[in-house]
């Protein structure tokens, strides 16, 4: 089975500041589907960027971009101008390509915005 | 017009009980799926159905048991409750036609259903 790993349980980040989450994944596979996913107090799980792993260009998303590297099998997120509402538990998760197959989640990272 | 929603969003009862919570999905969706997260957030993927027919069943314990009616309803049933099923259940959804392409990848969750078991 296919990992994810957060290794940042927390990160803080002053409000307008530039923020980068880690995550780094395991496949043998070389074509699959990367997300960042967001869970904010409320515990909705927000979809905020995604990421073929077929494409070299990085996704943006407004103030969300990631840095995909996939020889190194890392997918970083940054978060540009951080806003109060960016506070929330940020997941990566991972899906194969193929059909029938699930989603792997990281341990998440929490994320505090200070104003 | 949610995409994805659960029912009820907070479910307190007595340890014994048996209760069942309900996901509904308006996407037109194939796949849909049941997640459990616990008291450090960590989410654990339970079951998957796709056009109602389960294809992933994670290491639960019997007690659980998922229902899909059809392909717009996954419902989850929980027989016997114990203090350990205490966590927020989370619904979601995928397009995910087995045999044919392409498939799209993105899942979308529900708004989640507190379970506390006293």
């Known amino acids: 089975a296919q990992t994810v790993t957060q290794s940042q349980p927390e990160m803080s980040v002053q409000e307008a500041e530039t923020v980068t989450l880690s995550c780094t994944y395991d496949?043998?596979?070389?074509?699959?589907?990367l997300f960042w996913y967001k869970q904010p107090p409320s515990r909705q799980m927000i979809l905020v960027i995604r990421q073929e792993a077929y494409k070299q260009q990085n996704a943006t998303e407004n103030r969300f971009s990631v840095n995909f590297q996939k020889a190194a099998k890392s997918f970083s997120l940054k978060i540009s101008d951080s806003q109060l509402g960016d506070a929330a538990m940020y997941f990566c998760?991972?899906?194969?390509?193929?059909?029938?197959?699930?989603?792997?989640f990281g341990t998440g990272t929490s994320l505090t915005v200070i104003p | 017009d949610t995409a994805v929603s659960q029912t009820p969003k907070y479910l307190v009862t007595q340890m014994g009980n048996d209760k069942s919570i309900k996901c509904e999905q308006n996407l037109g969706h194939d796949t849909m799926y049941w997640y459990k997260q616990d008291s450090k957030k960590f989410l654990k993927i339970m079951f998957s159905?796709?056009?109602?027919?389960?294809?992933i069943n994670e290491t639960v314990p019997n007690r659980f048991s998922p229902k899909s009616p059809d392909k717009a309803h996954l419902n989850l049933h929980i027989n016997s409750l114990e203090l350990g099923d205490s966590a927020v259940y989370f619904c979601?959804?995928?397009?995910?036609?087995?045999?044919?392409?392409?498939?799209?990848?993105?899942?979308?969750f529900g708004p989640g259903t507190r379970l506390t078991v006293l």
């Open positions: 159905y796709n056009n109602k027919e389960l294809i």
């Open positions: 979601a959804s995928s397009q995910d036609k087995i045999g044919s392409s392409p498939v799209t990848d993105t899942q979308y």
């Open positions: 998760a991972y899906r194969s390509a193929g059909t029938g197959n699930q989603f792997y």
């Open positions: 496949t043998s596979e070389s074509d699959y589907y």
